[in-house]
Every structure is written in C-alpha cells, then in structure tokens.
C-alpha cells in the first residue's frame, strides 16, 4: 500500500533546487528514440478486452466503475502488459480533438496498477516481471473521456492485456511489482494545476518547484520497502516538455529519470500527438526502505497558458530487491537511454489551426446591444456567438468598469462551458492545437458543478467578466468544446 507524509523542508528545497538547474538549461525533445517492446516470456497470453460506454453530449467526467468477468482476465497469474484505446462503435478510433480518451486506470484492491492518458503510453514490463493478479481480486476501471462535440456517442473502451498465466513455466520465476504512483498533485483525485503564460524563467515553468510558496508539498512518495524500481515513463499535457524522476535519501536527493515528450506534427508542444519516453528494459535502481520519490514537470509558457495541466511519474518498484544500482553511490551505472512504446499515432494527429470560413472577425462586427447577462444553452454563447448571423452574432457591449455575467444553461451536472481568452481574431479551424489560450487571470473555470475534487467543474454556473478589462473587442473559446467562439466589447456608452 503506498503511504504518504510530508518531508522536512530541507529535504524539499535540496529536490527544488536540483530541479531548476535541469530546467534551467533544458530545451524541448527533437529526435524521437527507437520503439521498443520487452519480449515476452513463453505461455504469455494477449487478449483485448472491451468495455462499451455511453457518452452524453460534451462530457468531461472523472468516472469509476467495476470491471465485470468478461473485462479481465479468467484465471490467476501476471499482468505484465498493458495497452490502452478508444472505439467508435464501429470498430474504428476516433480523432482525438472529436473524443479522446483523458485517461485509463486500472486498479486491483484500491490500488493503481497501471495507467495511462491521452498520449497512450503502453505498459511493457521488463522480462521476467509482472502485476500479481488474481480472480478473486476486486477490479476497478477509472476513466475520463473528453468528448469535444454536441452530440452523444456509443464508445468502446479497448485495452490488450499481456498476462502471464499461473499455469505456464515462465510464472513460477516472475517478481511481482507494485506502481509507486509519484505525481506533483499527490492525494488528489483529479490532479491538475493552471500554467500561466510567460510564467517561470525564459517561456519554462516548472511545477511545484516554481509554483506558489504556500503550495503543500504533495510530489512526493515514499517507499515502504527495499526493492528495485524497474520502469517508469511519464505524463503530462500538451505544452509539456519533460517530467523529472527523483529520490531523496536522508538529505541527498538525485535524478533517476528524465521522460522527454516527443512531438509529431507542425504543432510542437501544443496538441497531444505526443510519445513520452520511458525507461529502457534494463533499467534499474535498488532502493531502501524510506527512500522517497519526488517528481517535477516542466512546460513551455511561452505560446500559450495551460489548463488542468499534469506531471506523473507511475513507476514500477519490485516487492523484493532485484538488482539494480544504489543511485547515492553509483548513479552513472543507472541506464538513462529513453525508449518509445509507440510512435505517431494516427488518430492522435492535429488539424486544427487552418483558414475557415466558419466564424466571424468580432473586431470588424458593429456593436451588439448593451447586456449585463449571456446565457450559453445548446452549444452557444445567446449572445455574441461567432458562429451565429444577425445581430444575435454581434458582441454584446459592457461599460468600462462593469461586468458581463455568462451563464451555463446546459445541463451543469453534465456539460461543463468555459469562457477563456483566445487571441483575436480567433477563427481558425478547431482542433487539439487551437484555439490556444491567451491568459489564465481572465478564465472563467468549468462552469457547472461535479463531485467535488474528481472534476474541474467549478461548481457554480455563473462568473462575470473582470471589471479591469481596456476598452476593446474580447474573444473567447470553450475549452471543453473548442468549436464554441465568442466574443464582446468593452466601450464607453454613447452619450
């Protein structure tokens, strides 16, 4: 069972100060490495397994649900790999700016075993190590998918499983492996945090060691036993550059692992065709009891700010002590080759970005009336809409030093609407890479309300436009649904 408790503030600062150095001279990741898959011992069974969900219009939801018989594994033995995916009904994987999957967790007895998100970093053991698993086991599913568009859907989630049987040979000499879950938002169930754009030093932000100075030290966790940690890879969301795998011991504290985020495309750094580098097969690092695991990720703040942003770190620590070298003692001895466990993925590719001639210029429009009120309902903003004709699609006016209230009509336990600066004029197609998000001060949050603490839902329907605001013509996107475009003015009534 993984246990958490805070360190002495030595320990953490020792940690911060080792993460910035790297920071500080640190770019984005170029050449991506080869892909490379474990082999896998002999009596290994593959199989995909298949969950059928029903999507509601623009759902974002932070969901749980026990895994039936015919979702896992029929008889006792090892997980040692695991592959995760999104279906469309029929059969084929949908783009991931229309549905993607946020994330795919499994966890036997309460406890993580394996996850991954959008980038769809796949699980490859090294050889002769595995998830113990057995049938009486109570399983769980925790998954979020972002469905992008107004319309419902009939999804799959799919995922292949590499399980080692305890009925072959190869079983009886497997090491059993647990997930040190280590993530700069430790304890909380849906762990993100905002990027302010320019934040940190030079258009890099790094966080928590850059984050707010009252911020509660929660990246970090500690070890319960000896043993070797045996892969790791990590994640993050667009804009991300690199997450920073460390280990303190009494008041040393080293790097084991950087994951570099390797990018696909035109749209470096911004959209999620993204493969992360994980650890070679033979990397390892013996442990002690007490020994603490830290993580770091560090973005680029310089083209855009980030929402719900992430830095987790899963790795794989052995229940018994499997070699390794101690990296107090002999940390050049530690592999830190990366590899992929997949290349570009098709669906994953980004179009958005180009020339349409779907939403109108707000700063060329005249002006829409005086409103103190927008009511969004239906996949619109009533009034001000970029995509709406007349005078319904023209920016409602707001006085210098007074507010525009939005509010979220749709059904708020349910579809959640933002309203987020987006860089005049804002009219080029939607996808994973834009709009972009220009500010993080002027954010409205998830309007509409959740479980709290598993969502980002900010639990109220309602937020009014700053009162500090220049005169001039505002646009703004949805988030959750990027196809949303609107916009209003700020000027002074005419006398």
Same mark, same amino acid.
Request: glycine share 12%.
């Given at each position: 069972m993984i246990r958490r408790r805070r360190l002495a503030l030595p320990v953490l600062l020792i940690a911060l100060a080792a993460t910035l150095q790297g920071a500080a001279s640190a770019g984005a990741a170029s050449t991506p490495p080869k892909v490379v898959k474990p082999a896998l011992p002999a009596g290994t069974v593959t199989k995909t397994y298949r969950v059928p969900i029903s999507i509601k219009p623009g759902q974002n939801l932070n969901l749980y649900e026990y895994m039936k018989a015919n979702e896992r594994p029929s008889e006792s033995g090892w997980i040692i790999g695991f592959k995760p995916n999104l279906k469309l009904a029929d059969g084929s994987t949908p783009p991931v700016d229309q549905l993607h999957l946020h994330h795919l967790v499994m966890l036997i007895n309460s406890q993580i075993v394996v996850a991954s998100g959008e980038e769809k970093t796949r699980i490859t053991l090294p050889t002769g190590f595995g998830y113990r698993y057995r049938t009486s086991d109570r399983m769980l599913l925790n998954h979020m998918i972002h469905n992008l568009t107004a319309r419902p859907e009939q999804v799959v989630f799919e995922y292949t499983v590499d399980f080692l049987p305890d009925t072959a040979p190869a079983a009886a000499s497997i090491i059993g492996v647990e997930t040190q879950f280590v993530d700069v938002e430790g304890g909380k169930?849906?762990?993100?945090?905002?990027?302010?754009?320019?934040?940190? *030093?030079?258009?890099?932000? +790094?966080?928590?060691? !850059?984050?707010?100075?009252?911020?509660?030290?929660?990246?970090?966790?500690?070890?319960?036993?000896?043993? +070797?940690?045996?892969?790791?890879?990590?994640?993050?969301?667009?804009?991300?550059? #690199?997450?920073?795998?460390?280990?303190?011991? $009494?008041?040393?504290? *080293?790097?084991?692992?950087?994951?570099?985020?390797?990018?696909?495309?035109?749209?470096?750094?911004?959209?999620?065709?993204?493969?992360?580098g994980a650890t070679s097969p033979s990397w390892r690092v013996a442990v002690k009891r007490g020994d603490v695991l830290s993580v770091q990720v560090t973005y680029d703040s310089s083209k855009a700010a980030w929402y719900e942003s992430m830095g987790?770190?899963?790795?794989?620590?052995?229940?018994?002590?499997?070699?390794?070298?101690?990296?107090?003692?002999?940390?050049?001895?530690?592999?830190?080759?990366?590899?992929? +466990?997949?290349?570009?993925?098709?669906?994953?590719?980004?179009?958005?970005?180009?020339?349409?001639?779907?939403?109108?210029?707000?700063?060329?429009?005249?002006?829409?009336?005086?409103?103190?009120? *927008?009511?969004?309902?239906?996949?619109?903003?009533? !009034? $001000?809409?970029? +995509?709406?004709?007349?005078?319904?699609?023209?920016?409602?006016v707001v006085a210098p030093g007074k507010s525009i209230t939005f509010i979220n009509q749709d059904p708020t336990s349910e579809i959640f609407h933002t309203i987020t600066p987006c860089k005049s004029p804002c009219t080029l197609s939607t996808?994973?890479?834009?709009?972009?998000?220009?500010?993080? !001060?002027?954010?409205?949050?998830?309007?509409?309300?959740?479980?709290?603490?598993?969502?980002?839902?900010?639990?109220?329907?309602?937020?009014?436009?700053?009162?500090?605001?220049?005169?001039?013509?505002?646009? #703004?996107?949805?988030?959750?649904?990027?196809?949303?475009? $609107?916009?209003?003015?700020?000027?002074?009534p005419k006398r």
């Open positions: 169930a849906y762990p993100v945090f905002d990027v302010k754009r320019r934040a940190g *030093v030079n258009g890099r932000y +790094t966080y928590p060691a !850059q984050g707010p100075a009252s911020l509660a030290p929660r990246n970090r966790v500690r070890i319960q036993h000896n043993g +070797t940690l045996v892969s790791t890879a990590g994640h993050l969301h667009p804009g991300g550059l #690199y997450t920073d795998l460390f280990i303190t011991r $009494g008041n040393r504290t *080293v790097k084991i692992f950087r994951s570099n985020a390797y990018y696909y495309g035109a749209a470096k750094m911004t959209s999620w065709n993204v493969s992360m987790i770190s899963p790795a794989a620590l052995s229940d018994v002590p499997a070699g390794g070298a101690d990296p107090f003692t002999n940390l050049g001895a530690i592999d830190q080759t990366e590899v992929l +466990t997949h290349g570009e993925l098709k669906e994953n590719r980004d179009y958005g970005g180009r020339k349409t001639w779907g939403y109108s210029d707000a700063r060329k429009l005249a002006d829409g009336p005086t409103l103190s009120q *927008v009511k969004v309902k239906d996949f619109l903003y009533g !009034q $001000g809409d970029l +995509t709406m004709p007349g005078k319904k699609g023209l920016p409602p996808g994973i890479s834009y709009p972009l998000a220009d500010s993080v !001060q002027v954010d409205s949050g998830e309007l509409g309300f959740g479980p709290a603490g598993t969502t980002a839902a900010a639990n109220r329907a309602t937020w009014s436009t700053p009162t500090y605001l220049k005169k001039g013509t505002y646009s #703004y996107f949805c988030r959750i649904h990027p196809f949303m475009r $609107g916009a209003f003015r700020v000027k002074a």
